[in-house]
C-alpha cells in the first residue's frame, strides 16, 4: 500500500509537471515578441498623438509665444514636428509678425537688432528644410521674402538702407557649411531670382559711371549679400569667382572696379578720382584686399598668374590710365610678392621706363605713407636678379635714375607754373620725392657698402 501511494504521488508530479511545460510553451509560442522602443520612436508616437489631439489653434497659441530661435530648436525634434512648423512659418499672419522689413531710419541698437534676427531666421529655415532637396528648400525659402522691396535690386531708393545686410547675414547663416555643389546652386538661383547676370551685363557693357545708380546697386549687393558676411578667405573667393568667371577680362576687371573701388562722398564711384589725383591708401585698400583675395590659391580656382596680372592690367586702364601714384600704392597695398611679380613681368617683357616710372613712385608713396625704404630697396634688388647679364642690369639703374630726375623735373615745373602757384600739394610732392630719393639712395648705397 505504502509503495502504491507513492508510485501514485510520483505518476501525478509527473503529468503535472508535464502539462505545466506545454502549457508554457502554447503560452510562450502565443504571446507577442518584445520589441526595443527607442528614444526617437518614442518620441515620434508621443508626439503624433499629442499634436493630433491638439486644435491648431492652440498649437498657433503656443508657438505665438516663442521664438524664431525657439522654433528652429523645435524643429529638430522630429519629422512631424518638422512638418507642423513649416506648415506654421508659410502662414501671412506669421510671416507678417516675424519676418521685418522696417530696414530705414533705424538706430544703432536697432541694426544690430535686425541683423540678430535675420540670422536667427536663416537658422530656422535651415533647420525646419534640412530634410527637403537643396531645389525645393531653395523655393520655399526665398518664396518667403520675394516680396520685400529691400532685398531686391533697384528696389530700394533710401541710403540709409540696411536690408542688403540683413539679407546677407540671413544668407550666410542659412548656407554655412553647404557643399560647393549646393553653394552653385545658390547662386544659379540668386542669379535667377534677381536677374543679376543680366543686370551686370547691362553696366560693364556702358561707359564707366554712366549709369552710376545701377553701378552703386550692384555693389551694394554683391558686397553686402555675397561677399562681406563671410569672415573667412576660402568663402569669400568662392563667391566673388562665381560672379567674375562668366565674364571676359576687361569685364572682371570693370566689375572688380565697381566692387570695390573708391567710392567719392557723395556714394558714386571714383573712376576720375584715380585718373587724376593721387588717393590716399585707404580709398584702395579694398581694391588691393580683392586682388590679393583673387591671386591666393590660383591653382585651386583655376586661376592662372598670366590671367590674374591681365585683369590688373586692365584694371590701371579703366576707364582710362591711371595716376601713376594710384598703380603705385595699389601695387605697395599688395605687397611684396605681387609687387614683384608685376614688376618683373614688365621687366621681362623689355617695358624698363614703365618699370622705372613706377619704381619711382613706389619709393615716393614709401615716404608719404610711412614704409620702411629698406623694402624698396630690397624689391629694386630683386628686380636686377630677373637680368641675366651685369650690362642689363647696369641699364636697368641708369634707366631708373634718369626717371627720378625726369619726375622730379614735372614735380618742380607744374609746381611753379603761373596756374599753379597756389598749389601746395604739389610742391608738398615735390619735397617728399627730394626727401624719398635722399632716403632710397642712401639705403641702395648702405645694402651695397656692407
Known amino acids: 500500500m505504502i509503495m502504491m501511494r507513492k508510485a501514485s ?31 526617437s520612436r518614442r518620441n515620434v508616437h508621443s508626439c503624433g498623438s499629442f499634436f493630433h489631439r491638439l486644435p491648431s ?32 512659418i ?38 525646419c528644410t534640412l530634410l527637403l532637396p537643396t531645389k525645393d528648400r531653395l523655393k520655399f525659402i526665398f518664396s518667403q521674402f520675394s516680396q520685400i522691396p529691400c532685398f531686391m535690386l533697384e528696389q530700394c531708393l533710401a541710403a540709409d538702407c540696411i536690408g542688403f545686410s540683413s539679407y546677407g547675414v540671413f544668407l ?95 556714394g558714386t564711384l571714383g573712376w576720375q578720382d584715380v585718373v587724376e589725383r593721387g588717393l590716399p591708401h585707404s580709398a584702395l585698400w579694398d581694391l588691393a584686399r580683392a586682388i590679393l583675395l583673387l591671386f591666393s590659391k590660383l591653382e585651386v580656382k583655376d586661376r592662372t598668374t598670366t590671367s590674374m596680372l591681365a585683369i590688373l592690367e586692365e584694371l590701371i586702364v579703366i576707364p582710362q590710365p591711371w595716376h601713376v601714384e594710384n598703380v603705385a600704392r595699389l601695387l605697395v597695398l599688395c605687397g611684396n610678392s605681387l609687387c614683384y611679380t608685376v614688376l618683373a613681368s614688365k621687366a621681362v617683357n623689355g617695358r624698363l621706363i614703365e618699370i622705372s616710372r613706377l619704381i619711382v613712385y613706389i619709393i615716393l608713396v614709401c615716404e608719404k605713407d610711412g614704409y620702411h625704404m629698406s623694402w624698396a630697396v630690397k624689391l629694386v634688388q630683386q628686380i636686377c636678379k630677373v637680368f641675366s647679364t651685369a650690362a642689363e642690369r647696369f641699364f636697368f639703374i641708369q634707366q631708373l635714375e634718369s626717371t627720378f630726375s625726369e619726375v622730379t623735373r614735372q614735380f618742380f615745373e607744374f609746381s611753379i607754373a603761373e596756374n599753379h602757384f597756389e598749389d601746395r600739394e604739389t610742391f608738398q610732392s615735390l619735397c617728399i620725392l627730394l626727401d624719398s630719393s635722399a632716403r632710397f639712395h642712401t639705403k641702395f648705397l648702405h645694402m651695397f657698402l656692407k
Not at 508530479?13 to 506545454?22: A, E, H, I, N, V
Not at 521664438?67 to 507642423?84: D, G, N, P, Q
Request: glycine share 4%; net charge positive; hydrophobic share 40%.
Open 90 to 127: 508659410s502662414t501671412l499672419a506669421w510671416k507678417n509678425k516675424m519676418i521685418v522689413q522696417s530696414f530705414h531710419h533705424c538706430t544703432c541698437l536697432e541694426q544690430k537688432s535686425a541683423i540678430r534676427h535675420y540670422r536667427d531666421l536663416g537658422l530656422l529655415f535651415k533647420r
Open 172 to 266: 550666410q547663416t542659412l548656407i554655412a557649411g553647404w557643399d560647393e555643389l549646393e553653394c552653385h546652386r545658390v547662386f544659379n538661383f540668386l542669379c535667377d531670382l534677381t536677374n543679376l547676370l543680366q543686370k551686370i551685363q547691362a553696366v560693364i557693357t556702358g561707359k564707366p559711371g554712366l549709369r552710376w545708380y545701377q553701378e552703386l546697386q550692384l555693389r551694394l549687393f554683391c558686397r553686402q549679400v555675397l561677399l562681406d558676411p563671410w569672415p573667412n578667405q576660402p568663402e569669400c573667393q568662392f563667391w566673388l569667382m562665381q560672379l567674375l568667371k562668366p565674364w571676359p577680362i576687361v569685364s572682371q576687371a570693370h566689375l572688380l572696379f565697381i566692387f570695390y573701388g573708391p567710392l567719392l562722398p557723395e
Open 9 to 39: 504521488r510520483n505518476v501525478g508530479k509527473y503529468t503535472l509537471t508535464q502539462k505545466s511545460q506545454q502549457y508554457k510553451r502554447t503560452h510562450c509560442r502565443a504571446r507577442p515578441a518584445r520589441t526595443i522602443m527607442t528614444r
Open 57 to 88: 489653434e492652440v498649437l498657433h497659441m503656443i508657438l505665438d509665444k516663442l521664438s524664431v530661435l525657439e522654433i528652429s530648436v523645435f524643429s529638430m525634434v522630429s519629422k512631424e514636428i518638422t512638418r507642423y512648423l513649416v506648415d506654421y
